[in-house]
């Protein structure tokens, strides 16, 4: 509607084609914007400046846009309509009418978009505007406040704000409170009493700073914080959904995570590898294991394995699924609820819909699959090195081949096809596409044919029926084969007119499921090879017709119905198991066995041809190829046994039942721009690309023209961990900050944008963010924070800075913090004396499976909790999503099902009912109180003993009395299972 100097401008809400309303514009009423000015943009104007169009720069479709106007002047001027391109090029007097081309607008027509300017332009909001400019808080670059040399920055700024706000600081906690809190922060785990009693009496001034050092340095650390990581990007060892199918090979993912956080792996390659460590970091084992990050979430076994990507509910779970890898990548690393922009603009944040599809097509070849790979680096050198020599001389051989087949002509393609039947292994798994299947019947002669267009008149020389072989429910072999049946062929599409090469009446045969059906032509002519089975086959109350696969050869021995259209008078549709192209995909039971003598002399025959094409030099070359390509294949089953699997995000290239990017095999799926997240109305496609709002990181990625798929997830990850992306560090540190302080600096850890918390100390945010950047240690960042005397704070309360800041946000002491479900069940089985420390490897199970097969059933009140397997830290629990353990349950442990940036802490019934209760406490009390007895020889000793061990003090008189009354009276083991109910165990002080 507008000229090619117009501005790039938007303007409705959703373009639908309707009649406008005829009416006579009066300026004095109200102009509707649905009502009346929506249909003329419809009928004049969408055709060329609609969402699938822009010609000049130009589209009606988004309200912001319009009213900022370009450089031509504003499209629309709210109120003045004199001054608005619109009204100027659509006036009947314009030299530069528009549309250009049509019928003009009339004269009530632009008097009602008059009317509506002069009213303000007022129209309903569609979602379709993006938020302010990126200049909230959290987009804006680092800086680091200067502080007073000598001074923690952390202490300095918060210290501030606390005399800013009229607030005092508390003292320093005692040494007993100091190193519990420690233990229980930085490795999840209480001290012994005598760990306890040795730091109290070192009266060094380094002693603190060299517990930190000591407990950073042990392998628990890392089990302790990959627990908070996992919590926030929702790792799950089970998919979730109906299907709740176990992962078995998940765990790779978290031994990753503990050992980054042991080797304290910088935080930039941290984050990429867990995005494209396959590409950038390959032959490596943490960027391969990494790439669990992208696999973490819930996925829909149902709409990926048993709906294909053709159906509109197989296209909702892959976009769903893309929208998990988008939501927990941008979520984990830059707290940021861009999954809001996939049917809209985001609301809030400058956030654009076809940003959120961008980052879609980042991820659109990836899938979750399992995959194996060496563990060991060498290894996996020399298996690199050892494919890369078969490639190379398969190659050659290939090309060698080709050129055989190329001269010996029409002789060679049938005898090689009949090798290959011939020397399938023993077990070649069937196909899941098992082939046609007409609609049922009640009668058992009623008939059902089947045919398929050859493309163009072929003279057969034999029609060969495959029949099937379905398993499901034990079918079993024959499945469907017609009792009485004809073949026909013609080139009449009707079959008014054909010649019958078959009439059939096939009762007795051996092995129906390995022997097929062949019959001779005589040389017959025709494009179409019909089969009418007059006689259907049983199947339980009532009659079918199934074929796995109708092959036409021509005298060449070329199959020509292969991959040719099928028609049916009926059809049961059921894929991949049943559907009409299954007949001519060339997929179906292996026939029946040759004999040796009819298998050297193929293999003969092939060898000569071979000779006659290459000559003596290519064969012997040919035969050189093959051997070293033998000789590789034992080289690399050597190696066999040091493979891992993983459950991962990778490149998933189809096949099988799980069809992976189905008919884009392994390439990248188109992506495009869904209005209201619709997947039945994709818009404009879009490519791969980051948030173009982040200043300072450019999130248009410019890849060359055929770039690989994991380009795409490498130009993400460069983008993620660039210096200058402020979110990255920021969303971290405050991670980290929040972990030690119950709370984080932005209350919402997640949600930087501008529905989230402000910071409530923006400088030490800010000075740890920088940190972190620079050094690229998270345990630097821990020091920094446990060092501070605002970390090492009193948690007691203080009545007159209660009043003035009742929910401590100034930290004006340490929060009190309750032990999360891990740390209380940890520290249950250490001081019972039954912790087993050995890390890494499979997941144990707290639980046992009914009915596995379907949609199993997790059982947890049937586990032994006296198995000693599952004795280990709860960080190597295996974790399901549908159904959660109960005693961890019922001490706030995370959903998996959901990204937990932050756990709730509650205090509940059901909590002290777990604790005296559940099988493991009971379990665990018996041997606490076995570990006790042998440390006293009175009751008064061995309670003593008992909470020494679970909170690193000796009891009060008062307490130990009471302690040793019970026992006396209830046993040892009640005794125990009180002191595990104390308030004082599960809390961190």
Same mark, same amino acid.
């Given at each position: 509607?507008?000229?090619r100097?117009a ?22 009423k ?19 400046h ?62 009602t ?7 303000g ?14 200049d ?45 809190r ?16 040795a ?20 392998p628990?650390y ?32 978290r ?8 080797r ?8 990429a590898?867990q995005?494209a ?7 490596s ?20 394995v ?16 893309r ?18 922009a996939?049917?809209h ?6 956030i ?8 879609q ?26 494919e890369?020599r078969?490639?190379r ?8 081949e ?14 090689e ?10 077990g ?39 029949p ?25 599409p009707?079959?008014?007119?054909s ?24 040389e017959?002519s ?34 020509r ?12 549709e ?17 026939g029946?066995k ?46 066999a ?10 490149v998933h ?15 990248p799926?188109?992506i495009?721009?869904l ?23 450019n ?10 798929e ?13 210096a ?11 991670r ?41 240690s ?21 009545? $007159?800075? @209660?009043? #003035?800041? /009742?929910?401590?946000r ?5 929060? &009190?913090?309750? !032990?999360? %479900?891990? =740390? ?64 961890m ?10 990204a937990?940036?932050?756990r709730?802490e509650?205090?509940t ?23 006790v ?6 009751d008064?000793?061995?309670? $003593?003993? @008992?909470? #020494?061990? /679970? ?5 009060t008189?008062?307490? &130990?009395?009471? !302690?040793? %009354?019970? =026992?006396?009276?209830f ?19």
């Open positions: 509607m507008l000229v100097s501005p790039h401008i938007t303007l409705i809400a959703i373009l639908l084609a309707c009649p406008t309303s005829g009416r006579t514009a009066d300026p004095e109200p102009v509707d914007f649905d009502r009346d000015v929506q249909p003329i943009f419809a009928k004049h104007c969408a055709s060329c609609g969402a699938a169009s822009a010609k000049s720069g130009l589209r009606l479709d988004r309200r912001a846009d319009a009213l900022a106007g370009g450089d031509s002047g504003k499209v629309i001027v709210p109120g003045k309509p004199a001054d608005s391109l619109l009204i100027q090029l659509v006036s009947p007097d314009a030299d530069r009418q528009m549309p250009p081309k049509g019928a003009r607008l009339t004269a009530e027509e632009v008097a978009l008059r009317a509506w300017i002069d009213q332009a007022k129209w309903p909001d569609d979602g379709s505007a993006v938020a302010a400019p990126a909230w808080w959290s987009f804006k670059p680092l800086t680091k406040a200067a502080v007073p040399v000598g001074t923690n920055p952390i202490d300095h700024f918060v210290r501030a704000k606390l005399k800013e706000k009229g607030l005092t600081p508390s003292p320093e906690a005692d040494r007993r409170t100091l190193i519990r420690l233990y229980f922060d930085l490795i999840g785990l209480p001290p012994t009493p005598e760990e306890v009693e730091f109290v009496a070192d009266k060094k001034p380094t002693a603190y700073e060299a517990l930190v050092d000591r407990l950073l340095a042990l628990q890392g089990e302790r914080w990959a627990r908070h990581w996992l919590d926030v990007v929702h790792f799950g060892e089970t998919h979730g959904y109906d299907k709740d199918q176990p992962r078995p090979n998940a765990w790779p993912y031994d990753y995570v503990i050992r980054a956080f042991n304290d792996k910088p935080y930039g390659q941290f984050v590898e995005v460590g396959d590409v950038l970091y390959p032959g084992v943490d960027g391969v294991e990494a790439l669990g990050f992208l696999a973490a979430g819930p996925w829909d076994f149902i709409g990926h048993e709906v294909p990507e053709s159906k509109i509910d197989g296209k909702v779970a892959r976009h769903l699924d929208d998990d890898f988008v939501a927990n990548t941008i979520g984990t690393f830059m707290g940021l609820t861009v999954h809001c996939q049917c603009n985001h609301k809030f944040d400058p654009s819909q076809e940003d959120y599809y961008r980052l097509a980042v991820f659109s070849a990836i899938d979750r699959t399992d995959k194996s790979y060496d563990a060991d680096p060498k290894i996996a050198a020399q298996r690199t090195a050892l890369a078969k490639a001389a398969t190659v050659r051989a290939a090309a060698l080709a050129d055989a087949r190329k001269k010996a002509g029409t002789e060679l393609p049938p005898i096809m009949q090798i290959a039947e011939a020397t399938k292994p023993a070649t798994p069937k196909p899941p596409e098992y082939g046609y299947h007409s609609a049922l019947s009640s009668k058992q002669d009623e008939p059902k044919w089947v045919q398929v267009d050859l493309g163009q008149s072929v003279k057969l020389e034999r029609v060969v029926i495959e099937c072989h379905d398993e499901f429910n034990n079918i079993g072999a024959g499945f469907g084969f017609p009792v009485r049946f004809k073949i026909e062929v013609s080139d009449d009707t079959f008014r007119t010649a019958v090469i078959a009439n059939e009446t096939r009762t007795d045969f051996a092995n129906p499921s390995t022997t097929p059906y062949t019959a001779k032509t005589n017959t025709g494009r179409y090879v019909r089969v009418t089975a007059t006689k259907l086959a049983p199947r339980q109350n009532d009659y079918i017709l199934a074929i796995a696969e109708l092959e036409a050869f021509d005298a060449t021995g070329r199959n119905a292969r991959g040719q259209p099928v028609t049916a008078l009926d059809s049961t059921a894929p991949v198991r049943w559907r009409k192209s299954n007949l001519t995909d060339g997929l179906f039971p292996p029946p040759r004999t040796a003598a009819e298998l050297a002399k193929l293999t003969d025959l092939r060898a000569s041809l071979f000779r006659k094409a290459l000559g003596e030099t290519g064969v012997a070359e040919l035969a050189a190829l093959h051997a070293e390509v033998t000789a590789t294949d034992s080289e690399l089953a050597k190696l046994g040091t493979r891992r699997t993983a459950y991962i995000g990778a290239t189809g096949g099988g039942a799980f069809s992976g990017t189905g008919p884009f095999g392994g390439k799926r188109p495009h721009v209005p209201r997240g619709d997947v039945t109305k994709p818009a404009k496609e879009v490519a791969p690309g980051a948030l173009v709002s982040v200043p300072g990181v999130g248009n990625f410019h890849l060359p023209t055929g770039h690989t994991g380009a795409r997830r490498a130009a993400l990850a460069k983008w993620l961990a660039d200058n992306n402020p979110l990255t560090w920021r969303v971290m540190a405050n980290v900050w929040q972990y030690h302080f119950g709370r984080g600096l932005v209350d919402t850890p997640n949600d930087f944008g501008k529905m989230g918390q402000l910071p409530t100390h923006p400088e030490v945010l800010d000075c740890l963010a920088a940190d972190l950047r620079e050094h690229q998270v345990k630097k960042l821990h020091k920094a924070i446990v060092m501070s005397a605002t970390y090492r704070q009193v948690s007691t309360a203080d009545g $007159t800075n @209660a009043k #003035r800041d /009742a929910d401590n100034y930290l004006w002491r340490q929060n &009190r913090r309750k !032990l999360e %479900a891990e =740390a209380v069940r940890d520290s249950i089985l250490a001081v019972a004396g039954k912790l087993d420390l050995t890390p890494g490897g499979p997941s144990f199970r707290d639980f046992v499976v009914e009915k596995p097969e379907h949609s199993p059933h997790y059982q947890y009140h049937l586990h032994d909790p006296e198995d000693p397997a599952s004795h280990r830290r709860a960080v190597y629990r295996f974790v399901v999503r549908s159904k959660q353990q109960p005693f349950a019922a001490l706030d442990c995370a959903d998996p099902s959901l937990v940036e932050k709730n509650t205090l019934p059901q909590q002290a009912l777990a604790l005296l209760n559940n099988a493991l406490a009971v379990a665990m009390a018996k041997h606490f109180a076995a570990r007895e042998k440390l006293g020889t009175t008064a000793e061995r309670v $003593t003993a @008992a909470v #020494r061990l /679970a909170l690193g003090r000796a009891p008189v008062k307490e &130990r009395d009471a !302690l040793a %009354a019970y =026992a006396r009276e046993g040892l083991a009640n005794a125990c299972r009180v002191v595990l109910n104390l308030n004082e165990f599960v809390f961190v002080d």
